[in-house]
């Protein structure tokens, strides 16, 4: 995969004042329920790499986008079609809490 620098500028202007459609894939469902992952948050996740910055892959439509929250972070891998229709395939997480030596 590769970082988009350029591209979600453009992206970010264009989706400015739309609506962003984004389905979650009924796979994709299954394993946020497994994992115990809210689709809020991996819609905000996709909304963020959609107007900040993904990674994707090159010549292809795969994307992954992720968002802190707290001490959550959500990833969601998804795709766009040319109709800018967003789908999502995968959605993981992880916690991490970092404390100082001695606490």
């Known amino acids: 995969m590769k970082i988009d ?7 970010a202007l264009h989706m400015e004042g ?4 984004i389905e979650i894939s009924n796979e994709a469902k299954g394993l946020m329920e497994e994992r115990g992952i809210q689709e809020a948050d991996v819609k905000e996740a996709v909304e963020y790499a959609e107007t ?14 992720k968002k802190r929250l707290g001490e959550f972070t959500v990833y969601a891998e998804y795709t766009r079609d040319d109709s800018g229709k ?7 997480s992880h916690r991490v809490k970092l404390t100082e030596d001695g606490e």
């Open 5 to 11: 620098e350029k591209i979600w500028e453009l992206d």
């Open 18 to 21: 739309q609506y962003m459609v």
């Open 52 to 65: 900040t910055q993904k990674l994707y892959e090159e010549g292809g439509s795969r994307c992954l986008g």
């Open 86 to 92: 967003i789908t999502v395939e995968n959605a993981y």
